[in-house]
């Protein structure tokens, strides 16, 4: 199978919303009237961001979701991607499971494959994702403010949980393991969340690197501090039954949760519930901003505990 056929046989569909997509030298789409474009690139590297483990079908639909839970964090409605893919070589049964996971979840929002590139190599996979907002009211993390609640979609920490599993450091059973597992491998892209919050969420990001360290890029950008009730985060059954350091490293440091953190004024309570309800997803507040800088944690008595939770980064980790 060449390059052109495995185009055709696994990325090539008759293009939809798009005016051109896989085939020619660009892609050409329109953008809705008053809408702004949001675009947004990820890399997955194997044995950096996935095991080779892991099946196709999911890595397939991981390396989407990742890219989607950026255009949630800003509010935007998805509209297309392209995929730049390095492959070993051209294995069928990869490239069907592959494709199947991604193309399912590109389905299921609407979001159209419009182009790529194909290139031998280490396998390696990169996405770039398109979607819209309207003009001036993309979520962003600059616009916290002092005395806003703090709040987090789904629950956290299930992934973390998992790599530990697999670096053999902690042992669950097989139950509670393929739970955590799928939190891993099948994360899902708070899309709908994001777009309810527009005009409700002062500021959002979505937690890649771990919820404390993602949580201190909006504080930064919108220059004020938080005290966040550690206790609080929300967490899986599975994680709930877990020792209570494991638990507090995995939710408030984990990273790969791909759920959304934000903030609203104390005042738009009922309209942030409201919009968790239209997006059927839940979310907990765990935390006030305050205009004190820097991030205070404290236990379920008001105590302030150690923060030696450090977020995810690839070149100190
Ligand atoms: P060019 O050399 O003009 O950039 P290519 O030969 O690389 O074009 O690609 C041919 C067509 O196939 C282009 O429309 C490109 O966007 C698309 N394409 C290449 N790889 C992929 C892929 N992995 N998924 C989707 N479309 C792809
Ligand atoms: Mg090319």
Redesign the pocket.
Same mark, same amino acid.
């Given at each position: 199978m060449g390059e052109f056929d495995l185009?055709e046989r696994f990325? =090539?569909r008759p293009a939809r919303r798009a005016a051109v997509g896989? #085939? &020619? &030298?660009c +892609?050409v789409f329109e953008v809705g009237a008053g809408m702004q474009l949001a675009t947004s690139t990820d890399m997955l590297v194997e044995g950096r961001h996935f095991l080779s483990t892991v099946l196709p079908e999911r890595l397939g639909h991981k390396a989407l979701a990742v890219n989607l839970s950026d255009l949630a964090a800003c509010g935007a409605a998805p509209l297309a991607f =392209? !995929? +730049? !893919?390095a492959l070993p070589r051209a294995d069928a049964a990869f490239l069907e499971g592959f494709s199947r996971g991604l193309l399912a979840l590109a389905d299921a929002h609407g979001c159209e !494959?419009i #182009? #790529? &590139? =194909?290139t031998q190599g280490p396998l390696n996979i990169c996405i770039t994702v398109f979607g819209e907002v309207p003009r001036g009211q993309a979520l962003l993390r600059r616009g916290a403010r002092a005395g806003d609640d703090i709040y987090v979609s789904g629950t956290v920490g299930d992934a973390r949980l998992a790599l530990e599993v697999f670096r053999a450091t902690h042992a669950l059973d097989g139950a509670g393991f393929e739970q955590v597992r799928r939190a891993m491998e099948l994360p899902q892209p708070r899309v709908a969340l994001g777009q309810a919050l527009r005009g409700i969420a002062t500021s959002a990001i979505d937690v890649s690197d771990g919820l404390l360290g993602d949580l201190s890029h909006i504080l930064r950008r919108s220059d004020v501090g938080a005290v966040i009730e550690a206790d609080l985060l929300p967490r899986s059954d599975v994680m709930k039954a877990q020792p209570l350091p494991l638990q507090r490293l995995c939710t408030l440091a984990g990273g790969d949760d791909y759920e959304l953190v934000f903030t609203a004024p104390a005042d738009r309570a009922a309209a942030v519930l409201d919009a968790a309800k239209t997006a059927k997803v839940a979310v907990t507040r765990i935390g006030r901003a305050r205009s004190k800088t820097g991030l205070e944690l404290i236990d379920l008595q008001g105590r302030t505990l150690e923060n030696s939770f450090g977020s995810f980064d690839h070149f100190r980790s």
């Open positions: 185009i990325f =090539t896989v #085939g &020619d &030298d +892609a =392209t !995929l +730049a !893919l !494959l #182009g #790529g &590139d =194909t």
